[in-house]
């Protein structure tokens, strides 16, 4: 590849923070607001001018393991800010229990009694989050790319951005790399792992697309509410979606297969004849990029057996979805999910969270639940505003201290359930 020498040049600081967040997802929004509401200096940056990443931006409209999807399904593993944000929809009437895309339980919609899934309108999300955000004391820079980490040795002590104000630095006691792809991470060395193309199982990524104007009693495997569809467009095959050029490629593909995708189902079935697409994703949905090794590495095994661990500060309950080639369902109410899965096992100054959190394959098919992204997220913004008021770096922070507030807040970490017998990890 041909190189171009950059040259040096000053550019300005725009902030110093306690917690820089990069990236609005599910992830990137729920630890910015657990960061602020924990008293810390906070700003989230975001490319786009909303939060919620995949459910948004890509047309993933609906919540699902929010607990087991069958017996035992006592529990409720999602709470805390995800439930509030949940609640904070079904109150402004953009969310519902989803009667389409998966078969469970419908409970009393109310705090403590959620079903396993809710779908959503994608513009209450965009208005709830960005309430609870601002309310919370967040800074936010919209329209804002990481570019680039600032290292001092082994540690990030801020980040680059880029935005129409041009390129800016920012510094912070702790960043949070929300991405996704874990961006921040693999710019700072972070060591990871990333499916090849060639390789299987993987999950397949897709542009989702949204339709109305089908029969009230049409029955797809889509995301319904109220009057609208999202449906799983034209997928674009196992590539790379961390790559700039790849990532357009399958941008294009999949955009002009949009609308023959669509004509195609419609021959199928009648009670779509005056079915139309009324909007598609901005963003093509990515299912999974990079993983970043973590002092610890969630595995199938744990999900599976419904592990716990003295570190755990999240929970999760969804099926496998594709790795036994079917809908692997668990057979426990939940698994837990340790905090050393959110820290690289090099790096200091940084946290992970979402997609890009130290797991094997067959736990992320697991984990990778909107449900459980929102509870990682406020985990991490938790862990490090707490890390940025006692000083701390993130593999030295005091994890029973973070438990603590965790529960205090109402996370659901574990406390709420009798672990099977013989699966506690150390």
């Not at 389409?100 to 079903?115: C, H």
């Not at 394959?361 to 006692?390: D, F, K, P």
């Not at 529960?407 to 672990?419: D, K, L, M, P």
């Amino acid at each position: 590849m041909e190189r171009y020498t950059e040259p040096a040049k000053e550019i300005p600081v725009y902030g110093r923070y306690d917690v820089v967040v990069s990236g609005g997802g599910c992830a990137g929004f729920t630890a910015a607001v657990a960061s602020a509401r924990a008293g810390a200096k906070t700003l989230i940056i975001e490319q786009f001018p909303f939060f919620g990443g995949t459910a948004t931006a890509s047309l993933m409209a609906t919540i699902v393991g929010i607990r087991n999807q069958v017996k035992p399904d006592d529990l409720q593993v999602c709470k805390g800010i995800g439930e509030e944000l949940i609640l904070n929809m079904i109150a402004a009437g953009g969310a519902e229990h989803s009667r389409n895309a998966y078969e469970s339980v419908k409970r009393s919609d109310t705090k403590g009694d959620l079903s396993y899934n809710y779908a959503f309108d994608t513009e209450v999300f965009k208005k709830v989050a960005l309430d609870m955000a601002v309310e919370a004391g967040c800074e936010i820079l919209f329209h804002t790319y990481f570019s680039d980490v600032i290292m001092e040795g082994n540690r990030v002590t801020g980040i680059i951005v880029e935005n129409k104000s041009g390129r800016q630095a920012i510094f912070a006691h702790t960043v949070i790399d929300a991405t996704g792809d874990g961006d921040v991470a693999a710019r700072a060395g972070a060591p990871f792992w990333q499916t090849k193309e060639d390789e299987a199982p993987r999950l397949d990524d897709c542009l989702m697309y949204k339709i109305s104007g089908f029969e009230p009693d049409t029955k797809l495997s889509g995301c319904l509410f109220k009057d609208n569809m999202v449906l799983w467009g034209p997928s674009s095959g196992k590539h790379n979606g961390a790559d700039a050029k790849t990532l357009s490629d399958m941008e294009i593909q999949t955009r002009r297969a949009v609308f023959g995708h669509f004509e195609a189902l419609k021959k199928e079935r009648p009670d779509l004849k005056n079915a139309h697409i009324v909007d598609t994703g901005v963003l093509l949905g990515i299912r999974q990029t990079r993983f970043i090794k973590g002092l610890y590495t969630l595995t199938g095994q744990d999900v599976l057996e419904g592990a716990a661990f003295p570190d755990s500060v999240a929970m999760g309950a969804n099926p496998v979805i594709r790795y036994y080639g079917y809908r692997r369902f668990l057979t426990h109410e939940g698994y837990e999910i340790p905090y050393r899965c959110l820290v690289p096992i090099q790096t200091d100054g940084l946290l992970v969270a979402g997609r890009c959190m130290s797991s094997d394959q067959i736990a992320y098919e697991s984990w990778r639940a909107m449900a459980h992204v929102l509870n990682i997220g406020e985990a991490a913004g938790t862990a490090a505003a707490l890390c940025a008021q006692t000083n701390a770096q993130p593999r030295n922070l005091d994890v029973a201290l973070l438990r603590q507030r965790l529960v205090e807040n109402g996370a659901e970490i574990g406390q709420g359930r009798t672990a099977p017998a013989g699966v506690y990890r150390t």
